[in-house]
């Protein structure tokens, strides 16, 4: 595996020197938040919004975050120059700090602050074109932890519902597909869904509890552009097996068609015409456009 650096705590060391205090208590007690992004020509995309999301979280927990948004696009910088990346996947990590044994109520003062990189996955043309299925889980989502949910360090949902694809390996390259415990369309594993049906544009509102994803909240801002109509709402399965285009998104693949869905029984079903719809290919180059423009 190939050493990398990484950026702790306004410091650059190589990945294999970088440790945080047994006494952390974002490791005692899964007390933190991270963000994902990816950079474009070197430069983060919607980084404010993703220090937007992470801040609101800190501020529920009384984490006190040291650094600003700018120290960080530094550290991006820095990180993409002495890892010889023109671009990368990043992943900020902030955990809550030192503490006793104990659920402390005190504000959390001097955190842990993480940048991780890695290099982007390679091209998939065919991904974009072709598109992947998506695999209808058993693995019920949870509930989040506080009235919104936030990318925290409590992640065992997530765990499960990969370990459960895993165990699916029929199904292929594949997306896991979570419900609400009362049988509603929630969220990919890594993902926001999305789908459409008679020129209209559906996804999941957030009072299911899923994550207000940034890119999710892009595509909305994409639709209304566009003129697609928009629904947020509670929707069930049926509702993805009527759909003439299924979509996901994140901020590392941007919005990946799916053109195969699969029930948990192992039924199969092709969506439209097993490629990526019009409507799709739209929203995807008028986001990468938008990509090129802000990044």
């Not at 220090?51 to 948004?69: D, N, S, T, V």
């Amino acid at each position: 595996m190939r050493t990398m650096h990484i950026w702790l705590n306004g410091q650059l060391i190589e990945d294999k020197d970088a440790v945080i205090s047994v006494y952390d208590h974002g490791f005692l007690y899964g007390l933190g938040f991270f963000e994902t992004f990816r950079t474009y020509a070197g430069n983060p995309l919607l980084l404010d919004k993703h220090w937007e999301r992470l801040g609101q979280g800190l501020e529920e927990l009384a984490i006190r975050m040291p650094y600003k948004q700018k120290d960080i696009e530094l550290a991006v910088e820095q990180l993409l120059q002495v890892n010889k990346l023109e671009d990368g996947y990043f992943r900020l990590s902030v955990s809550a700090g030192v503490g006793p044994l104990g659920l402390q109520t005190e504000p959390y003062l001097q955190p842990a602050v993480l940048l991780y990189v890695k290099s982007l996955p390679p091209a998939a043309t065919a991904l974009y074109e072709q598109g992947m299925a998506l695999q209808e889980l058993r693995t019920v989502r949870n509930t989040p932890e506080s009235a919104e949910r936030y990318k925290s360090f409590h992640y065992m949902n997530c765990i499960l519902g990969k370990r459960e694809l895993a165990a699916r390996p029929e199904v292929g390259r594949a997306e896991g597909l979570f419900l609400t415990g009362q049988g509603y369309l929630a969220e990919g594993i890594v993902s926001n869904l999305f789908f459409l049906r008679d020129g209209c544009c559906y996804t999941p509102t957030v009072d299911t509890g899923i994550l207000p994803g940034i890119t999710r909240a892009a595509v909305i801002a994409l639709c209304r552009e566009m003129q697609i109509d928009l629904d947020e709402g509670y929707y069930t399965w049926q509702h993805l097996l009527e759909a003439e285009e299924v979509l996901v998104t994140n901020s590392i693949q941007e919005l990946v068609p799916i053109t195969t869905l699969r029930d948990k029984d192992g039924n199969e079903y092709q969506v439209g015409r097993g490629r990526i719809g019009p409507i799709t290919e739209r929203l995807l180059q008028a986001y990468r456009a938008k990509a090129r423009r802000e990044a």
